[in-house]
């Protein structure tokens, strides 16, 4: 089921169930991929390390009207409401097709879909496209300084949604979708060619990353989170 030797244990002592340690599934995994099995596939790095993207310093071009997450309400640090999301892509091999990512700070919730181009009108078309289900839910969406997302303002305007920036090499502004951007990699790994992938693969994906337990949430799944989150929700706009 591709989970993580963490959210083996974790789920094993939620449920009452005896488990050997994180660090002993561990060690099993890598004497398996040196005996040659493949066990070690199911993790999120595929056996391997990969460089952070912020820590990698390159040219971002200046975005007209971009508003500094500085200005962004407080609230949404605290990840205690649905609608506040952040939004980044991930790039395929020769940095030609690209996944739109979207996530829900509050709940981890994703949603996916495929890029044909970078270009700001594309991510701007699919952006609207990708979340028009989710617009009773809008507050805040987040992004980082890609010239990709020069087109914030018609996005905003279309979703009725507020667009902020992080600052510049400051990943960590937007961990929660760096986080999960990193389990999309386990699924479509840096240097493959995007354009085979289709819309029922991307489909599969979102849906296992959204029922997939995650230790932040006491290993409750982002679709249980969004679930108990709404009902919160609604229950409070009912009493009031």
Not at 101 to 107: F, G, L, Q, S
Request: charged fraction near 30%; glycine fraction near 6%.
């Amino acid at each position: 089921m591709d989970y993580s030797p963490e959210q083996i244990v974790g789920i094993c002592k939620k449920e009452g169930l005896e488990c050997v340690s994180i660090e002993r599934i561990y060690q099993f995994i890598w004497n398996d991929k040196r005996n040659g099995g493949r066990l070690h596939h199911h993790l999120r790095s595929k056996g391997t390390r990969y460089q952070k993207r912020g820590h990698l310093k390159g040219n971002r071009g200046q975005i007209v009207g971009r508003v500094d997450i500085d200005q962004r309400p407080s609230i949404v640090e605290r990840k205690e409401r649905i609608g506040d999301l952040e939004i980044d892509l991930v790039i395929g091999k020769n940095h030609k097709e690209a996944l739109l990512t979207i996530n829900d700070r509050a709940t981890g919730v994703l949603k996916m879909t495929k890029v044909k181009s970078k270009e700001a009108e594309v991510i701007e078309r699919k952006t609207i496209e990708l979340l028009q289900d989710w617009m009773l839910f809008f507050n805040t969406i987040t992004s980082d300084n890609r010239k990709e997302f020069a087109h914030h303002k018609s996005v905003a305007k279309a979703l009725d949604i507020d667009f902020y920036f992080a600052k510049p090499y400051h990943s960590w502004q937007r961990g929660a979708n760096e986080n999960l951007n990193g389990l999309v990699r386990q699924y479509f790994p840096k240097g493959i060619d995007f354009s085979p992938i289709t819309k029922a693969q991307i489909s599969e994906v979102e849906n296992i990353l959204n029922i997939r337990p995650r230790k932040r949430y006491g290993y409750k799944s982002p679709n249980q989170m969004f679930s108990a989150k709404l009902d919160s929700n609604l229950a409070v706009a009912f009493v009031t």
